[in-house]
């Protein structure tokens, strides 16, 4: 078959139907990808109109070195957040530089990356309302040294470096690093028995 100049093999007005199909269902599922992908956003999953936030939780090297993920773990059920998203997974060198991006320029940037990917993490997604802020504050300030007790890092480090747990400090990072660490159908919408004394569902909003 000759070609005139400009003609396009794949002119799909030219493809048979086993290959329309399969564009069709290759669109498809694009278009699946991008639906869930939409539905991890935090806020996004709020199907009873309240403000529900899921942000990225990682359990850092030492905290899975030191068998410290359940107790970590432990104290987000306790208040009350649930786990929409769990795994044990090691970190690439590509995807440190992408989550750490913005400290790049920073003398302990290259330290930082070597420790994140050394050794597997926990990686979480923990959902509540207002969780960004609830969860900065039960892991306490940077520094182990510096973390007051009651918090993650003032109870269980006294490093500055290794220091046990990362989390999302805003919605916009939320949504990127959740973007970054889980693929789409990785963050499970579910109830759990206890919910409705979790938060007081009785006004219009639970609070
Ligand atoms: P993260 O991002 O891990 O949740 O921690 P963060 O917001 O509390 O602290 P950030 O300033 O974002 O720093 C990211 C991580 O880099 C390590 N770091 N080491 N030795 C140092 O001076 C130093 N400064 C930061 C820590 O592991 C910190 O969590
Ligand atoms: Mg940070």
């Given at each position: 078959m000759s070609l005139r100049k400009g003609?396009?093999?794949?002119?799909s007005a030219r493809l048979g139907n086993p290959q329309r199909i399969f564009l069709e269902i290759i669109r498809l599922k694009l278009l699946q990808g991008e639906f869930f992908r939409y539905h991890l956003?935090?806020?996004?999953?709020?199907h009873k109109g309240n403000t529900m936030e899921t942000t990225l939780i990682i359990l850092k090297p030492d905290a899975v070195q030191r068998n410290l993920m359940g107790r970590i773990l432990t104290r987000f059920e306790d208040k009350g957040?649930?786990?929409?998203g769990c795994k044990l997974m090691r970190i690439s060198p590509e995807l440190a530089a992408e989550h750490y991006k913005d400290h790049a320029s920073k003398p302990f940037y290259p330290g930082l990356v070597r420790f994140m990917t050394g050794n597997p993490v926990l990686t979480m997604a923990v959902r509540g309302i207002g969780a960004i802020t609830i969860c900065r504050a039960m892991m306490g300030a940077t520094f182990g040294s510096k973390a007051a007790a009651g918090t993650s890092r003032g109870d269980f480090g006294v490093s500055n470096s290794y220091n046990l747990i990362h989390g999302s400090d805003s919605p916009e990072a939320a949504t990127r690093e959740l973007g970054l660490f889980f693929k789409a159908g990785d963050i499970l919408e579910y109830s759990r028995v206890g919910d409705s004394y979790v938060y007081d569902s009785t006004g219009s909003k639970p609070e």
């Open positions: 003609e396009s093999t794949v002119s956003l935090p806020n996004n999953l709020n957040l649930q786990i929409v």
